[in-house]
């Protein structure tokens, strides 16, 4: 089992910037290509794709629209995957999470991660 620990989200202000975290334990077979997504979650939405990257080679891949704002980075090291958030919008007010698996032919989806972690709330207000 592979285990997930999301944290580094709080109150911010329009136009502040965030670095989340998540921390993972447990077995992750790097060399069959796991990778980690990061996915926001609103009350009766959606579970919406940001972006993933992958543990034992070079490689990202964003949702068209994240972007200009969202930078993802790994510590394999450390089994730390990051999302950096910058100028962030009330819009960007979520539940955000990090996932992660095997990969899979939808990376973009909620469906192609096996392994969850509990969320880090981020709430951008003035």
């Known amino acids: 089992q592979v285990h997930l620990i999301e944290s580094g989200g709080g109150l911010v202000q329009p136009g502040g910037s965030l670095r989340l975290s998540c921390a993972a334990s447990g077995h992750i077979d790097i060399n069959h290509d796991w990778l980690t997504g990061w996915f926001r979650q609103t009350p009766g939405k959606e579970r919406e794709f940001i972006g993933m990257i992958k543990w034992s080679t070079p490689g990202t891949y964003y949702e068209e629209s994240k972007k200009d704002r969202f930078a993802i980075s790994r510590d394999n090291a450390q089994n730390i995957v990051y999302l950096q958030i910058n100028a962030l919008k009330p819009k960007d007010t979520a539940v955000y999470y990090c996932?992660?698996?095997?990969?899979?032919?939808?990376?973009?989806?909620?469906?192609?991660?096996?392994?969850w972690g509990q969320g880090t709330q981020v709430t951008v207000s003035s």
């Open positions: 996932a992660t698996g095997r990969a899979s032919f939808t990376i973009n989806q909620a469906e192609g991660y096996e392994y």
